[in-house]
């Protein structure tokens, strides 16, 4: 339904952004028409837009009615294309937004485009292009190419293509206009970014030839998903879409989500910068591209993954830009951070941690990769099976875990269960052929890491799972271990650890990672993926009513178009960390097929 969008201090609610992107960044656009937050060229790149995370010096692109309006959106049929209409006392209009993918021809580095079509009677609008480079930190040069506004800072530049549309003017920073809208032929603003090149001026045709390529190009990506997932296939599709807008297509990378330090708190200091590649996502990434049959994207992701990986081999890194590289050093910026949540911190020190379950997330990611593609070439076979002579001689080790505390490194039960999956996938691997054999030595150790977390990690008062022997309490990511088969479906130790999870971390539909310490200070949201890794459990012990049960919930809490942020305020709703969360919906594609599959078991 429409809706006057509102600021508190500047910020819209997080639920209010929906997310455009061409498969190179991704950009925030506000419900009110406020494009927030945009990084060029590259999603880890500094930003251009930055007013979610300081509403007066972080820069945006606002365009919307010049008297009040109400407003609704939708993405377009199966795409990443986002509409939004305004409507006011004069009539309504319509804006269409997208980061265009280039054409053959000669095309900006990055652009965004933004259609302006009357619908009914004569509406006023104004807009205002505030650019800030480099997070605010370069000062902001405006002038004009050939009669075009633009800006430039450093090697950073942008044109201003005003298509229809007269009278722009250039104040406080920032160009500005006016003008009216009436059904007829559509205006365009249309904004081509350069870094370290040339800047292309876009002109009319070309413009529209590039906004209807990416029109026709999402509906006809997006088909294999269309009716995959029961009665939650439009949040399959939808959560597919999101997802591929964190791939990274010039390597195949997936970033965890397209933004940093969103906070996990409103006023607090769990704030993060997720536009990097954790490689623990990757055997969820993987297992659902190759279930919907998206297998050029599971391609791409894997050889990225090993291009990644033997930078550091046998040793794995937690995360990696997207280039592959391993530099992710973390520092603060001067933002104030969205709704005063500082810091707003760019890089992550998780890099630099020891996280053992990364090594079950690989080898269980290249199983996957070899059931479908049938072999590994030689030197990736030795890759891995040196990986598992290193989780066979480390396991023993304590780690960060996987929700990469900050307090001392401990003896993680997931953690530990993880490098069984990695010797286990290992020895399945060799028995197949597709790497050089240690079976011997790899079932040893398996079967001294899964003595470790039963006798370790099992506690009986409880009939649960818990986080670690010197920490006995709960903790979701247990739930991974249903996920990776560390038993059979009907071992009802994997019930007693649903259970407890369940009556522990459980309100409602939403589900806390744990309840103890970690090293970082403040409160969290629930986390949304958790509440996923729940229904997907409870599928797979064939718990469906449940599970279905439950997922009809989770999927009630996205948003107006669909997409999840990292948590959510069990208080009201409210969206909390990073997004679009790849991560979250990668769950939920998951979690639907588990169930689909086991309705129909």
């Given at each position: 339904?429409?809706?006057?969008?509102?600021?508190?201090?500047?910020?819209?609610p997080?639920?209010d952004?929906?997310?455009?992107?061409?498969?190179?960044?991704?950009?925030?656009?506000?419900l009110?028409?406020?494009v927030d937050?945009?990084?060029?060229?590259?999603p880890?790149?500094?930003?251009?837009?930055?007013?979610?995370?300081?509403a007066?010096?972080?820069?945006?692109?606002?365009?919307?009615?010049?008297?009040?309006?109400?407003a609704?959106?939708?993405?377009?049929p199966?795409?990443?294309v986002?509409?939004?209409t305004?409507?006011?006392?004069?009539?309504?209009?319509?804006?269409?937004?997208?980061?265009?993918?280039?054409?053959?021809?000669?095309?900006?580095?990055?652009?965004l485009v933004?259609?302006?079509?009357?619908?009914?009677?004569?509406?006023?609008?104004?807009?205002?292009?505030?650019?800030?480079?480099?997070?605010?930190?370069?000062?902001?040069?405006?002038?004009?190419?050939?009669?075009?506004?633009?800006?430039?800072?450093?090697?950073?530049?942008?044109?201003?293509?005003?298509?229809?549309?007269?009278?722009?003017?250039?104040?406080?920073?920032?160009?500005?206009?006016?003008?009216?809208?009436?059904?007829?032929?559509p205006?365009?603003?249309?904004?081509?970014?350069?870094?370290?090149e040339?800047?292309?001026?876009?002109?009319r045709?070309?413009?529209?030839e590039?906004?209807?390529?990416?029109?026709?190009?999402?509906?006809?990506?997006s088909?294999?998903?269309?009716?995959?997932?029961?009665?939650w296939?439009?949040?399959?599709?939808?959560?597919?879409l999101?997802?591929?807008?964190?791939?990274?297509?010039?390597?195949?990378?997936?970033?965890?989500a397209p933004?940093?330090?969103?906070?996990?708190?409103?006023?607090?200091?769990?704030?993060?910068?997720y536009?990097?590649?954790?490689?623990?996502?990757?055997?969820?990434?993987?297992?659902?591209?190759?279930r919907?049959?998206?297998?050029?994207?599971?391609?791409a992701?894997?050889?990225?993954?090993?291009?990644?990986?033997?930078?550091?081999?046998?040793?794995?890194?937690?995360?990696?830009?997207?280039?592959?590289?391993?530099?992710?050093?973390e520092?603060?910026?001067?933002?104030?951070?969205?709704?005063?949540s500082?810091?707003?911190?760019?890089?992550?020190?998780?890099?630099?941690?020891?996280?053992?379950?990364?090594?079950?997330?690989?080898?269980d990611c290249v199983?996957?990769?070899?059931?479908?593609?049938?072999?590994?070439?030689?030197k990736?076979?030795?890759?891995?099976?040196?990986?598992?002579?290193?989780?066979?001689?480390?396991?023993?080790?304590?780690?960060?875990?996987i929700?990469?505390?900050?307090?001392?490194?401990?003896?993680?039960?997931?953690?530990?269960?993880?490098c069984?999956?990695?010797?286990?996938?290992a020895?399945?691997l060799?028995?197949?052929?597709?790497v050089?054999?240690?079976?011997?030595?790899?079932?040893?150790?398996?079967?001294?890491?899964?003595?470790?977390?039963?006798?370790?990690?099992?506690?009986?008062?409880?009939?649960s799972?818990?986080?670690?022997?010197?920490?006995?309490?709960?903790?979701?990511s247990?739930?991974?271990?249903?996920?990776q088969?560390?038993?059979?479906?009907?071992?009802?130790?994997?019930?007693g650890?649903?259970?407890?999870?369940?009556?522990?971390?459980?309100?409602?539909?939403?589900?806390?990672?744990?309840?103890?310490?970690?090293?970082?200070?403040?409160?969290?949201?629930?986390?949304l993926?958790c509440?996923?890794?729940?229904?997907?459990?409870?599928?797979?012990?064939?718990?469906?009513?449940?599970?279905?049960a439950?997922?009809?919930e989770?999927t009630?809490?996205?948003?107006?178009?669909?997409?999840?942020?990292?948590?959510?305020?069990?208080?009201?709703?409210?969206?909390?960390?990073?997004?679009?969360?790849?991560?979250t919906?990668?769950?939920?594609?998951?979690?639907?097929?588990?169930?689909?599959?086991?309705?129909?078991?």
């Open positions: 339904m429409p809706r006057p969008p509102e600021r508190i201090d500047g910020y819209l997080l639920r952004y929906a997310a455009i992107g061409d498969g190179r960044t991704t950009a925030l656009v506000g009110d028409g406020a937050w945009l990084c060029v060229p590259d880890d790149s500094p930003s251009v837009f930055a007013r979610v995370l300081d007066r010096r972080g820069g945006c692109f606002e365009l919307c009615p010049d008297e009040p309006f109400e609704e959106r939708r993405y377009q199966g795409s990443n986002l509409e939004t305004f409507t006011t006392a004069s009539g309504s209009v319509r804006v269409t937004d997208a980061l265009t993918l280039a054409s053959e021809e000669l095309a900006p580095l990055r652009e933004r259609r302006v079509e009357g619908i009914a009677g004569v509406v006023p609008m104004r807009f205002r292009l505030e650019p800030r480079f480099k997070y605010g930190r370069r000062e902001t040069v405006l002038c004009r190419r050939d009669g075009i506004p633009a800006a430039h800072a450093g090697h950073h530049a942008l044109a201003l293509a005003p298509i229809g549309i007269d009278g722009v003017e250039a104040t406080d920073g920032a160009f500005e206009g006016r003008f009216a809208v009436e059904p007829g032929e205006r365009y603003l249309a904004v081509a970014f350069a870094e370290r040339p800047l292309v001026l876009p002109t045709r070309h413009v529209e590039r906004m209807a390529q990416t029109e026709a190009f999402w509906p006809r990506w088909e294999n998903a269309r009716g995959r997932g029961g009665p296939s439009e949040a399959v599709l939808r959560s597919l999101a997802l591929k807008l964190c791939v990274f297509a010039p390597s195949g990378a997936i970033i965890a933004t940093t330090s969103l906070p996990e708190w409103i006023g607090g200091t769990r704030n993060w910068d536009r990097y590649s954790w490689l623990r996502d990757s055997t969820y990434a993987l297992d659902a591209l190759v919907l049959d998206y297998l050029d994207e599971a391609r992701f894997f050889s990225w993954l090993q291009h990644a990986a033997r930078l550091t081999l046998p040793r794995l890194q937690v995360l990696y830009r997207v280039d592959g590289s391993t530099r992710t050093e520092s603060e910026l001067d933002l104030e951070g969205y709704r005063g500082g810091p707003v911190r760019i890089g992550n020190l998780a890099s630099e941690q020891r996280q053992l379950d990364v090594y079950g997330a690989v080898l199983w996957v990769y070899v059931q479908q593609h049938g072999q590994l070439d030689r990736t076979g030795r890759d891995m099976a040196g990986v598992a002579d290193w989780v066979a001689e480390h396991w023993r080790e304590p780690d960060s875990g929700w990469e505390v900050r307090s001392d490194p401990t003896h993680f039960i997931q953690s530990k269960a993880m069984w999956v990695a010797l286990d996938r020895i399945r060799a028995e197949q052929g597709a050089p054999d240690r079976r011997e030595r790899w079932q040893r150790e398996a079967e001294a890491c899964r003595a470790f977390v039963e006798e370790q990690g099992w506690d009986p008062e409880r009939s799972y818990i986080r670690a022997p010197e920490l006995r309490e709960l903790d979701a247990l739930l991974s271990l249903v996920l088969g560390f038993h059979p479906a009907d071992d009802p130790r994997l019930d650890t649903i259970d407890a999870v369940k009556r522990e971390l459980a309100e409602g539909p939403y589900v806390r990672r744990y309840r103890g310490e970690d090293g970082v200070g403040g409160e969290e949201g629930a986390f993926t509440s996923f890794w729940l229904v997907d459990a409870l599928a797979r012990v064939g718990r469906v009513d449940e599970a279905s439950l997922m009809d989770l009630g809490l996205a948003n107006d178009v669909g997409l999840f942020s990292e948590e959510i305020d069990r208080r009201d709703g409210s969206f909390l960390g990073n997004m679009p969360q790849a991560l919906h990668l769950a939920l594609v998951n979690a639907a097929l588990s169930v689909e599959n086991g309705e129909h078991i």
